[in-house]
């Protein structure tokens, strides 16, 4: 257990679904990242939050969208996805954005989209 | 374009065997080094990290990874492994941010 938990730890959703992620951290941490691990391929970024800002879009197509309501929840709404966006998702914690953070991950949620 | 390159995907040893994970990244200047380590069924945790100072890292449970800046290498290794090793190995690299780009890491398997 690292403190950061997310829900639903599975979920299958059809392409025409809309679903969110959710993300939550008991570190007092003030950065939070949503990362995509799938098959094969190495970890991706896909965003970035801090104070509640989001500071990075690495390319992400626009069927996700990020929300981070305060500096402990962050959520991934997810809208007509496509079966290539089947992967898990993670997301990750630090104190800071200083390059000498430590990120701490959560379980992730394993998404199947049909 | 970013580059970690984490060879030999799967691994499988006996146990008390040693292990050595490479790790290689691809670029210039002054990064952070990182293994994480993901145990079946649970989520990623950081094995060890190397910002500066002694190019050899000590980690938990064992590990050590040393950095060798002219060979933009930073392997991981134990002398001995046990059961409880098995695992996926995933090395990390991050430059003067905290953007963490990963290796598709090693699956190791340690036969009893």
């Known amino acids: 257990e690292t403190g950061v938990t997310q829900t639903p730890r599975h979920l299958v959703m059809g392409m025409t679904n809309k679903k969110s992620l959710k993300c939550e951290q008991h570190l007092g941490h003030n950065a939070m990242y949503w990362y995509k691990q799938s098959a094969k391929k190495p970890l991706e970024l896909m965003f970035v939050?801090?104070?509640?800002?989001?500071?990075e879009n690495n390319s992400v197509p626009s069927r996700f969208s990020p929300e981070c309501p305060n500096s402990s929840h962050l959520f991934l709404h997810l809208h007509t996805l496509q079966p290539e966006d089947s992967a898990l998702y993670l997301c990750a914690s630090s104190r800071g954005q200083g390059e000498e953070e430590t990120q701490y991950f959560g379980p992730g949620t394993r998404l199947l989209v049909l | 374009a970013q580059s970690v390159s984490q060879h030999n995907h799967h691994v499988i040893l006996s146990e008390a065997a040693s292990l050595e994970l490479g790790c290689n990244y691809s670029y210039g200047g002054t990064v952070n080094l990182f293994w994480y380590v993901q145990y079946p069924g649970q989520h990623l945790q950081l094995l060890l990290k190397?910002?500066?100072?002694?190019?050899l890292v000590k980690g938990i449970k064992g590990f050590e990874a040393e950095f060798i800046k002219s060979k933009f290498s930073f392997n991981l290794r134990k002398p001995s492994v046990q059961w409880s090793d098995t695992a996926e190995y995933f090395c990390?690299?991050?430059?003067?941010?905290?953007?963490?780009?990963f290796g598709k890491g090693n699956q190791v398997v340690v036969i009893p």
């Open positions: 939050y801090n104070f509640k800002e989001q500071t």
């Open positions: 190397y910002f500066s100072g002694d190019p």
């Open positions: 990390a690299v991050t430059r003067g941010n905290n953007r963490l780009a």
